[in-house]
């Protein structure tokens, strides 16, 4: 079983930023990615940032590269979300997943994801 908690969502102004943070309670499973996913109203879940939980140099994978870094802390026990230059259109539930089978599929698919976190609403004003 793997719990997790966002945190660190709310308000900002275009061209502001906001850290998402996601506490990681996986007792003894193994976890092998983690990912941050965004939720447009309607629409389904869309993959912004992925990286590898149990390497020591991690695989990331940042959709918004320029914009948003995604990282964990030494301990594996938060994934963060650093998110520069929010635009209005990031506006959005925000999410964080984890991978605990080795064979899933695709990174950049939710269905690949076993575990889910509640979501944190992340709002940009113009």
């Known amino acids: 079983q793997v719990q997790l908690a966002e945190s660190g969502g709310g308000l900002a102004q275009a061209g502001g930023s906001l850290r998402l943070s996601c506490a990681v309670d996986r007792r003894s499973t193994v976890v092998y990615v983690m990912a941050w996913f965004r939720q447009f109203p309607g629409k389904e879940r869309d993959f912004v940032s992925g990286i590898s939980w149990t390497d020591n140099n991690p695989w990331r994978v940042d959709q918004q590269r320029d914009r948003f870094t995604i990282s964990r802390d030494n301990a594996k026990n938060h994934l963060f979300l650093q998110m520069n230059n929010l635009k209005p259109e990031d506006t959005a539930v925000y999410y964080c997943?984890?991978?605990?089978?080795?064979?899933?599929?695709?990174?950049?698919?939710?269905?690949?994801?076993?575990?889910w976190g509640q979501g944190a609403q992340v709002t940009v004003s113009s």
């Open positions: 997943a984890a991978v605990t089978d080795a064979h899933s599929g695709s990174w950049f698919l939710p269905n690949s994801y076993d575990y």
